[in-house]
């Protein structure tokens, strides 16, 4: 035992040989990404398409209609449809919070989704342009949808400012 320390040859051996069989856990249990920009498309990938109704985005400080500004917090919502004009499958909720970046060529927001669906819940988080599509990951799910992983594309057209109150959503699940 050595005095200074406190600790004996016996132990630090047995200290490094639990780091060495942790850092050969950790490499056995790393897995392999697809290549930056490899199709996302792999078997056993599940797409699904979801619809929007009666989407709106509401703010406690400025009124319907007005363009949000830096910094401006909002909340949205909306029917969940299997098709355009179809039957209700679930209710979507989001918060927003919008950065409009000088260097970005137009307003745009973090958003955090909540698909709530007959058989579970997805959520995701992203950005969108303000008019234009935004693009998602998928955080994970309960119930049907634990463990999900993925992305998707989302088109909104909030009747605040100025769309028709529609929307639709391209994902690809995966896990």
């Given amino acids: ?24 856990g950790l490499s056995a249990a790393r897995w392999e990404r697809p290549a930056f920009g490899a ?19 509401h703010s406690g400080a400025a009124p319907a209609g007005t363009v949000p500004r830096k ?13 355009p004009n179809g039957t209700v499958v ?6 927003h919070l919008t950065h409009d970046s000088p260097f970005a060529a137009a307003a745009s927001s973090l958003e955090i989704h909540t698909f709530t669906l007959k058989d579970g819940t997805l959520f995701g988080l992203g950005s969108a342009a303000r008019g234009a599509e935004g693009h998602f ?8 949808y634990a463990g999900a992983q993925g992305g998707y594309v989302a088109h909104q057209h909030v009747r605040e400012l100025g769309g028709n109150g529609t929307a639709r959503f391209d994902l690809t699940l995966s896990g």
């Fill in 71 to 83: 910094g401006d917090r909002h909340s949205a919502y909306g029917e969940l449809l299997d098709r």
């Fill in 90 to 95: 679930g209710h979507f909720t989001a918060a």
């Fill in 39 to 57: 199709s996302s498309k792999k078997k056993g990938d599940a797409r699904l398409r979801l619809y929007g109704r009666n989407f709106h985005l």
């Fill in 137 to 144: 990951v998928i955080v994970g799910g309960t119930g049907r």
């Fill in 1 to 24: 035992m050595d005095e200074a320390t406190g600790t004996s040859r016996r132990s630090l051996l047995g200290r490094g040989m639990l780091l060495a069989a942790g850092a050969l």
